[in-house]
């Protein structure tokens, strides 16, 4: 009789996930913080949509496949195919839709939330991740579009960045569309496959660009990328053209105009500034930073924008005939946090217990009345919690940093000073309960 050997499950996670500390968590805790500060300030909602939409109410990204799997998460519910959230975008603009006569317009709301992409992962690139959203629903007015980019700034510089460590690129939909013309591309396959190139400039180079503008593109791994399969002419007009230094765009000398009218001056026009997504029709919008950004190994990698957004007028009419032009900016908050990390020593205060040692567990009265003193007094407190020999209970409280523990045996306990030791300067007191909170104080 042969007995089958149970595999193990794996312990590794899938590429493009990753477990995330309680240090990066607080530090997000800390920009989420000033992100909602900003937003009411700036007079936005909050609003919070599901995980998972129809996938034909995302967006046009979706392919024309029998399993819209590219790109997205999907599964099949019933008869209908459901998807994890590529954006916060696409579930705004079928909110506004169902919601559109009860909703003020504009409709200024901002979200907080994860979402998945079903794609290749690379350095800082997650297919899970937390993205924050701010957009304005229904006005055409492009103070609306310069308004984001002052927010975004200053939630950057409430974070801790200064004003050379990071940009506003800006650039208008409305060059590429002149120059679809240009060169007749009329085929919408082939127009979001060369606006998903051109996308790529800034973490690509022109070189690898040109190959996904032509017939396609072998990665280092050996993937292949499908072209736009333009002609070299054309690739030649393309690239001549977003090398211009000037916008010709009025909605550009509008917005230039508005940030003049506030005082801002952190942004640069860059024609190259595309964005991958069909929906956009007018000013979009990248935030870079201006420093090196490492990889786990030290290595200066290519990091890219931490964000961007830009206007998009007709998104909403793909759920009927809504008056909804729109414009919005996201930043990629995961992203954002790992630079961040690098860039500024945080001084975030992790928490961590005082532990009460167990003797004996016939006293766990006498470590609960204690404990209770302590989180009253609002000190991180615990009993050791399992049924060890005090050397192992030494090298718990040091293994989670605790800043001291409270040995309270029999003897302790009849004369009322619990000893407490300090695990940094290893000192050792006996204190009276009464003190037990100031002394502590003094440790922590």
Known sequence: MTIEKKEKPSKELPLGFVDRQEKELLIRDFVISNIKEVMIKYGFQYLETPSFEYSDSIGKFLPDKDRPDQGVFSFKDEKKWLSLRYDLTAPLARYVAKNYLEIPKPFKRYQLGTVWRNEKPGPGRFREFLQFDADFVGTKSLQADAELCVLISEILERCGLSKEEYIIKISSRKITEELFKKIKIDNNEQRLITLRALDKIDRLGWNEVKQLLGKGRKDKSGDFTKGANLSLSNIEIIEKELNKKSPGTKDLLEVFKIFEDYDFSNYEFDSSIIRGLEYYTGPIFEVNLKFDIKNNKGKVIQYGSIGGGGRYDNLVN????????????????????YALMQKKEFKIKQSKPVVICVFDKNLMKEYISLQKILREA????????????????????????????ILYGEDEIKSKKPTLRDLNSGKEISVEIKELVNEIK???
């Open 318 to 337: 793909n759920f009927g005939n809504y008056d909804a032009p729109a414009t919005g900016i996201s930043i990629g908050l995961d992203r954002l946090v």
């Open 378 to 405: 609002d000190i991180s407190t615990e009993i050791f919690p399992g049924e060890s020999k005090l050397k192992k209970q030494m090298e718990y409280a040091n293994k989670i940093k605790a800043p001291a523990v």
């Open 442 to 444: 003094k440790i922590i």
